[in-house]
């Protein structure tokens, strides 16, 4: 018998809702309206396609995604070589996202207390990086998320009180289509939402919520309902933020805290602006912790580590992803809010490598027996791979300038 409950899925939610996903959906929707609906619809779909193989890959196979990936090749040439990809991609790309949650949470405490942005990312930069290294983050964690979590409900609220007709917000969600100049928005929705670093996630904890080996089948069966549940209402927060800024369009202002915070005066009143910043800080700070950890546990698990926090070498590596991502944001110069785009968008750059992997493991009859991909699993998981990278390579041949 399957039972309903919520585990590793909510996690993965979790960390997909952070100032990224507020910034760019925000973005997407004062700068174009609905027609970017459909990004969100492709990538919580492709996201509950690929956390189910990783999920799959944790309980058929007995071991993280990581590890499974060491196991499934043999040519030591061919796996040094892919072990030294995913860390690099694993890196990099938690480097780039780091770089976003920081700023994320900078300009919630910029709202908040009026501190510089640049000093706040320091600030927090070495605060996450204290709680890290003592360990001591789980309680403060639990209150950050609270927060996002309440701020995500207001925005599922305030969206359905203020969206506009029916027929518009299909036709965005329907039909695909990406106008003039918002292909980096687009990139950057599905940057935010298929998170390269939530397969490792959820490989993991998954085995850890499922480790009876006699009842695989009913097993996959309830992390698979807990995966489709989570990301779908992940999916509704991004999309109610999305609509909640629709009414922005055309009216020429900056996508702000101020400006975004004041679309939830309909519900919250005057304090609409201090709650958003609030819960655009708690989404920062929590992701900020999430980041470097899950960064550290995946690349560990390429080189066949233990996955113990308290080693030197697993510090090294969260302590890269959250120095490099400080000095991301610090240095970056420009708008805040165009930096976290492109950051969202770099991870989608990144993302086809990890997802190749992912498709190969998940086919292997030796790691996943009966559990292994079906055709139909196939063509979709090949679909989400082909339609980000054709969407990576035309905007890295613009930035090029091999296109207009």
Known sequence: MTRFRLGPGLLVSAAFIGPGTIVTASTAGAGYGAALLWTIVFSVAATIVLQDMAARVGIAGGQGLAESIRAGIASPLLKGAVILLIAVTILLGNAAFQAGNL?????????????????????????????????????????????????????????????????????????????????????????????????????????????????????????????????TLGGLVTASV?????????????????????????????????????????????????????AAYAVSGAFGWPPDLRSARLRLLGGFVLVTGVLFGVFAGGSPYRVIVLAQAANALFLPVVLVLLLVIANRTEIMGRFRNTRLTNALGVLVVLVIAALSVVQLARISGIVE
């Open 242 to 294: 999305l609509i909640t800024a629709i009414p922005l369009q055309g009216l020429g202002v900056e996508v702000s805290a101020a400006t975004v915070g004041q679309r939830l005066e309909p519900l919250l009143g005057p304090a609409a602006p201090v709650l958003f910043a609030a819960g655009l800080f708690a989404a920062g700070l929590t992701s900020s912790i999430t980041a470097p950890l899950a």
């Open 103 to 231: 700023l994320g949470a900078s300009l919630g405490f910029n709202a908040l207390t009026g501190l510089d942005p640049g000093v706040a990312i320091l600030l927090l930069g070495v605060v996450a990086g204290g709680l890290l290294l003592t360990g001591r983050y789980k309680t403060i964690q639990n209150v950050l998320v609270a927060l996002v979590v309440v701020m995500g409900v207001t925005f599922c609220v305030v969206a359905v009180m203020t969206a506009p007709s029916l027929g518009e917000l299909a036709a965005g969600a329907l039909v695909p289509s990406v106008p003039p100049g918002s292909l980096l928005i687009v990139l950057a929705l599905i940057g935010t939402t298929v998170v390269s670093y939530n397969l490792f996630l959820h490989a993991s904890t998954a085995l850890e919520q499922w480790p009876d080996a006699g009842r695989k089948d009913a097993n996959v069966k309830e992390a698979r309902l807990d995966t489709f549940v989570s990301v």
